[in-house]
Structure formats: C-alpha cells, structure tokens
C-alpha cells in the first residue's frame, strides 16, 4: 500500500486543521493507520491508530480525532485547539499485522507516507 499525507500548513494557536492520508493499493480496509508526528529534535510520536477502533495517545485525546473513510481509502486526523507544541511534521503509517499493543511502535509499520507539515503559531 502507498499512502500519502497532505493537509498541513500555518496556523494559528487555537485553530483547527484536518489531516488526510490517501491510500492506494487493495484491501485497505484490513490496515491499521496511524498518524505519527516528528517535531524537531524529538523522536517520532505515536498520536492515534484506526482499524475499525480507535486508539489516541494521551497527549492528544480530546483535542485530536481519527476517522477513515475505506470507500475513498482515506485516513483523516481531526485536530482541533491546535497549540504552538503541535508544530511537528506527520506522517500516517499502515500495517496489516500490528495489534493494538504495539501501535504505538513506529518499527510496527511498513508502510509511511511522506509527511506533511504543521507550524502553529502563538
């Protein structure tokens, strides 16, 4: 599977933004996706997951929502209340075989798009 990110720009603190990860290939509705960002200086972080359920990790939940559309094979990651440590660039990733333990293990994923660009400004 390929995926590409897009959707990333400038804002403004407080703003929204909505993500999306466009899949091609077969049977994407058996891959997990999940949105990671890299800030920089920093390691890649686990944001939230989507296979059917949904997973967030603690830092984002609330703010951040994960849908996905498998008839447009397309992943989306909802943020809104976008803050100045949002600033990193994210990638959405996709696995056949990772189960819910590991989500959050980026080594877990084979497939990544390219990444897409966040700066939020105070």
């Known amino acids: 599977v390929q995926l590409q990110a897009s959707g990333g720009g400038l804002v403004q603190a407080g703003d929204s933004l909505r993500l999306s990860c466009a899949a091609s290939g077969r049977a994407f509705s058996n891959y997990r996706v999940a949105w990671f960002r890299q800030a920089p200086g920093k390691e890649r972080e686990f944001l939230a997951a989507?296979?059917?359920?949904?997973h967030y990790a603690d830092s984002i939940k609330g703010r951040f929502t994960i849908s996905r559309d498998n008839a447009q094979k397309t992943v989306y990651l909802q943020m809104n209340s976008l803050k100045p440590e949002d600033t990193a660039v994210y990638y959405c990733?996709?696995?056949?075989?990772?189960?819910?333990?590991?989500?959050?293990?980026?080594?877990?994923?084979?497939?990544w798009g390219q990444g897409t660009l966040v700066t939020v400004s105070s």
């Open positions: 990733a996709a696995s056949s075989t990772v189960i819910v333990s590991s989500i959050h293990r980026s080594e877990m994923y084979p497939y």
């Open positions: 989507h296979r059917g359920s949904t």
